[in-house]
């Protein structure tokens, strides 16, 4: 596409008003043409249709919304719960039995069981006429789809609005709550685009919510499925993340933890744009060692991000103060962040936005997902985890951003430990933190297991923590068995030199 027709295409394009709907289609939909966004009752489609009008009305354009399921009181009632005023909206009513335009104010006429639909539609287009808006939005088409009474007068009747409107320069929005049986294909036909929103309740936790651009005419646009949420002050979309649209030049080097012992056992440190997998049981201390980078990075002038899943800010801080390690919240360079996360409230596509925003907006170079399982408690569907996960490392690689991940295994000593996903073949490194028993007393081992970007030591340390941090040993080279939890001490006579 030359540079003159990217110009034209983005002066032809109608914004959304909704944070991150434009991002799907790519500068938002193309003006004067018709769209259908459908859903079940719930799912977010009169807020969507306010937002794009009061977006047009920033804009300065014209805009008209033409309801006839809900009152004009219940549309201000449902503007004002998210702070927003109507001013600038012509709205046309027709659930009263007012029949002319009251001045500059409302078209109102009788209940659509009352009419026959071409004296609804005639009025419809008698209004449009006459207030010659941009914007358009009919609410809803199932009082039409009643009073057509077949499909084949409903259909022609639609492409009777298409025309017209498309003729008069609007973009339109029409909207469906799915009330007929199955997929509505003959409205889908005609519309020039289609925006699919979808509720869904879990089993615990809020309502999960996404939608989907089902047909785009003339455009391209992201496809799959886009989490969003409708808080007050209207919907946010999270656009799915693709990985290969982002990348960032970084300089290659080590990021160092701070302990010395540490950084040898993984080859000098953690490699710069890489990700690192910490697995071990409860207590064992991956969390320890992941907020030790954050902070160490902050240290040297850095930004770090925590993201909780399992621990609460407070009780994250008390016990990294117990340990000597102080965190220096903040969003600046040389500060770590805690973010606290609710994986009953938090769906994949906002927690994957929250990682975005805090590399693109804060610049974070070390990002913290603590846990793994807390993150897989987020997903709807488990299946999904691994490649929502590989698709958010790709991302924090191609900018460089060093990622560390905490997932606490199932089980406490010996062999039969297990992790509630295998994700390990997405990490660069992987280190392995166990428990053995010696001499009376339980004690925790460190070893690194896998390091793609580049040597590690292949021994096993004994891992401790005290008011002054943490602390490795040397090489544990006089036991075998460690990994299993009950290791054996090793005759010096008899050990076999590899």
Not at 420 to 432: E, F, H, I, M
Request: hydrophobic fraction near 35%.
């Amino acid at each position: 596409m030359t540079s003159e027709s990217s110009t034209l295409s983005h002066r032809n394009r109608s914004a959304s008003g909704v944070p991150g709907l434009d991002n799907i289609w790519h500068g938002g939909v193309i003006s004067h043409r018709l769209y259908l966004v459908d859903g079940d009752p719930g799912a977010g489609k009169t807020t969507l249709s306010l937002q794009y009008l009061l977006e047009g009305v920033r804009a300065g354009e014209r805009c008209l919304y033409i309801t006839l399921s809900e009152t004009k009181d219940e549309l201000l009632a449902g503007a004002r719960s998210h702070g927003w005023s109507l001013d600038g909206i012509e709205i046309m009513e027709l659930t009263s039995n007012q029949e002319d335009l009251d001045g500059e104010g409302q078209i109102t006429m009788y209940y659509p069981s009352e009419v026959e639909l071409n004296e609804t539609t005639k009025k419809v287009l008698d209004v449009v006429a006459k207030l010659n808006p941009s914007r358009v939005v009919f609410d809803s088409l199932s009082e039409m789809r009643l009073l057509a009474q077949s499909s084949l007068r409903y259909r022609r009747q639609i492409l009777a609005l298409k025309q017209f409107f498309i003729g008069r320069h609007c973009t339109v929005i029409l909207l469906d709550d799915r009330t007929s049986e199955g997929s509505d294909l003959h409205l889908q036909s005609i519309a020039h685009g289609v925006i699919s929103l979808e509720q869904m309740a879990p089993v615990y936790g809020a309502a999960r919510r996404r939608l989907r651009v089902m047909k785009s005419r003339g455009t391209d646009f992201r496809g799959g499925y886009h989490d969003f949420t409708i808080t007050c002050g209207g919907i946010e979309v999270f656009p799915r993340l693709v990985a290969s649209e982002h990348s960032e030049p970084f300089d290659r080097g080590h990021i160092k933890s701070g302990v010395t012992a540490l950084d040898v056992l993984l080859g000098g440190g953690l490699d710069r744009g890489t990700s690192t997998l910490l697995m071990g049981p409860a207590g064992s201390g991956k969390s320890t060692i992941a907020v030790q980078y954050a902070v160490s990075a902050a240290d040297r002038g850095d930004h770090s991000v925590i993201f909780a899943f399992d621990e609460s800010k407070a009780t994250l801080e008390a016990r990294t103060r117990g340990l000597g390690i102080t965190i220096k919240e903040g969003s600046a360079a040389g500060q770590v962040r805690i973010q606290q996360i609710d994986p009953a409230e938090l769906s994949p596509g906002e927690f994957a936005h929250r990682v975005q925003d805090a590399v693109e907006r804060f610049h974070a170079r070390v990002i913290v997902i603590d846990s793994l399982n807390g993150y897989m408690n987020a997903m709807p569907d488990e299946q999904y985890l691994t490649a929502q996960l590989h698709e958010l490392l790709t991302y924090l690689g191609r900018h460089g951003v060093t990622t560390l991940m905490v997932v606490a295994q199932h089980g406490m000593l010996g062999t039969n430990m297990s992790s509630p996903v295998d994700t390990s073949y997405l990490a660069d490194s992987v280190v392995l933190l166990r428990y053995f028993e010696y001499a009376g007393k339980v004690k925790k081992a460190i070893s690194v297991v896998k390091k793609r970007s580049g040597a590690h030591e292949a021994s096993i340390r004994e891992l401790r923590f005290d008011e002054r941090g943490i602390h490795l040993s040397e090489p544990l080279q006089e036991f075998r068995g460690i990994l299993t939890g009950v290791p054996v001490q090793i005759d010096p006579s008899n050990r076999n030199e590899c």
